[in-house]
């Protein structure tokens, strides 16, 4: 079963994991425990159309987000957007690890004629990659835990015209300490971090440094991203965390840097700069560069010599 499966429903996953139909049609938590996955989708391959939070330990599987592999062998969270392809592998520790935890699977229905229907979209951690998973000590593992069931005692038990509000409002709750303790592993993290905004300026000092601008462009936040092994939200996340910039702004300073070494060193035209640095019209460059300088590039010229 190599071929992209597509799961429109939350149910879908329950019958790929030969679990009960779900208690609601649109919200599902899922007790890993129960979870049984057919021998013959060992390499199985997904598209989903609803949100999957999973806060899991010793996942008996190997599951991937596109190419890149999630670790579940330790005590994590990882979350899943609509539309983003996951596949699921063979682990060699089947046989001697029990899973635990809990898949959250959450329809963009339920969400509707609530502001998380919009709001959700500007956490970053939907798309997050395996260096990117949330670690959680066991207090806050043990907080995100207790949410996840509240979630679930109301859709099981308390079904009435307040239901959704109240399971909206423990979502919202989960995400927002999602968001704190990911700010916290940037933090805790600073060396490692350090070194990612090293590399940074590595790549960008060799992709700059050349002549081939004219052929490639500017680097794209994308490709920076795949570089240095990040997902695009993340490593403009933790750049923020670390520099107080983006990784566009680092593109654009370093853009800015070579900009200024020409007007300062060459007798190029403005032109001819834009050129040589990867753009099609000099009026780009000339509005991109006084947005970061409030200086035209001739005016910089002009107050350097």
Partial sequence: MNELQHFKKVG???KLANLPAPE???ISLVDYKEVKYPDDVLKLRWQQDYYTIGLKRNVPHKFFYGQQEYDFDEGLMTFVAP??????GDNPNIRTRKPSGYLLLVHPDFLWSSSLARQIQNYDFFGYGVRESLFLSQKEEEQMESILKNIRN???YN???FSQKI???QLELLLNYAERFYERQFITRTISNHEIVGQLESLLNDYFKDDTLIEKGLPSVQWVAAELHRSPNYLSSLLKSETGQSTQQHIHDKLITKAKEHLST???SVS???YKLGFERHTSFTKLFKTKTQMTPLEFRKAFN
């Fill in 159 to 161: 079904i009435d015209k």
């Fill in 266 to 268: 060459t007798t190029l």
């Fill in 83 to 88: 539309k983003q392809v996951m596949s699921l």
């Fill in 272 to 274: 001819e700069i834009a």
């Fill in 24 to 26: 609601h049609p649109l």
């Fill in 154 to 156: 109301e859709y099981r």
């Fill in 12 to 14: 879908d996953y329950h």
């Fill in 167 to 169: 399971i909206v409002a």
